[in-house]
Nanobody, 117 residues
């Protein structure tokens, strides 16, 4: 059973940067895609960025140009570099691993990101 563990959240001022890490207990190539989602208080969980097995990335419009998803295959780790942070980026950020056949998702425990104005 592969598990995902996030780290790197914290408190930062608007305009600052953070890098989130998601370490998988197994090979990240076992997933069809991996990504980051976030959930703010009172809101639904939303996609932030995903990366497919072939390395192609997809971003929410709200983070394009500010956030970058990347991976280190040797470390079985996926990263989310977040620059120019805004107060509206405040949320719990979750790492996701997805298999397509059969469809299955696993989630990390989440890491809090708080951006102060």
């Amino acid at each position: 059973q592969v598990q995902l563990v996030e780290s790197g959240g914290g408190l930062v001022q608007a305009g600052g940067s953070l890098r989130l890490s998601c370490a998988a207990s197994g090979s990240i190539f076992s997933f069809n895609s991996m990504g980051w989602y976030r959930q703010a208080p009172g809101k639904q969980r939303e996609l932030v960025a995903t990366m497919s097995r072939d390395g192609s990335a997809n971003y929410a419009d709200s983070v394009k140009g500010r956030f970058t998803i990347s991976r280190d295959n040797a470390k079985n780790t996926v990263y989310l570099q977040m620059n120019s942070l805004k107060p509206e980026d405040t949320a719990v950020y979750y790492c996701n691993g997805r298999w397509v056949v059969p469809l299955r998702n696993i989630w990390g425990q989440g890491t809090q990101v708080t951006v102060s104005s």
